[in-house]
């Protein structure tokens, strides 16, 4: 299995997990996306189904058991995403691999996937992501088997929006919450896998705590130019007029019917935008505050995307919120943060 960056602490607990007679049926894994979430999971999955005999030697990426999983072809390694996966079809049902939820007819194919025992693992591990991706429909057809947990069975949530699921799922779900990871453990990370110092670093710098940014990052470092030509265009629309304003807003929400990643990202660049206006005006009251304001804006709109509220009205409420910021002309100097120095 890949190396996991970070997380020392939640993988303990993981590993004290896998050491239960009778583990937890079911675990919500609540942070933000990139951060290892679907990796942990695998590691669960590992601990709990590893051919070693001691639980210290798990997972041991040599057996049958730990390949498998590593390539997602373990029979009791389950994962549902948005799409078609599971869905049995039949009955004029028609086939939906473009969707971006997780439908009913799939949570009932899951369902009787896993009615039995497992096939050759000690455990069946069903890892669910986006699980906020759920409708109402197939979020309380999936609350009927929290329920009624089958054997040997380890359902895994996971989402970075956990407010947006049932609390009566929440309710039934053990919650480790996955943090950020500082930097310097990204940097480290990113060193022990072969990248130079200096590259480890800046990828590290660049990612926002988010190691599968850095590592992307560390593989192709032109991906960090972009991300500095996208923080240029963030600052020329943080001067622009309303109208300009509002055509970004509808070209991005067109964006996001086809790449939401993609979008996603952007706005991550615009968090990193605010927070350098943020450490800019820390000496200046209004400054400070107006950048807040903004780092709010984005999370708000990144909570309504995740809450399927629709695309445009969510980013153009975004961009409205902004404040209006001057830019200093080329070459001039950069304002003083002492308002009463010459």
Known sequence: MAAIIGHEALRRALRSIAAMEEPPHALLLAGPARTGRTLLSLELAGLLNCEAPDLDDRPCNECRA???????????????????????????????????????????????????????????????????????????????????????????????????????IRSRCRTLAVSLVPDDAIAEGLGERGFAPEIAERAAAESRRRPADALAFAEQPDLMDDRGRLLDRCAELAGARASERMTYAGDLAERWRRDRELVLTELDVWETFWESRLREGAGRENGARDALDALRAVADARSDLEAQVVARMALELMLLRFPAVTLPAEGAPAPSRNENEP
């Open 66 to 168: 730990c390949r498998l999983i590593t390539e997602r072809n373990h029979p009791d390694v389950l994962h549902l995403e948005p799409g078609d996966s599971f869905c049995r079809g039949g009955g004029g049902h028609q086939p939906h691999p473009g969707s971006r939820d997780i439908r009913i007819c799939q949570v009932r194919g899951l369902i009787e996937s896993v009615s039995r025992y497992p096939f050759e693992g000690r455990f069946r591990v069903l890892i669910i992501e986006p699980a906020d991706r759920m409708g109402l429909e197939a979020a309380n057809t999936l609350l009927k088997t929290l329920e009624e947990p089958p054997p040997a069975t380890v359902l895994i949530l996971i989402t970075a929006a956990p407010e947006n699921l049932l609390e009566t």
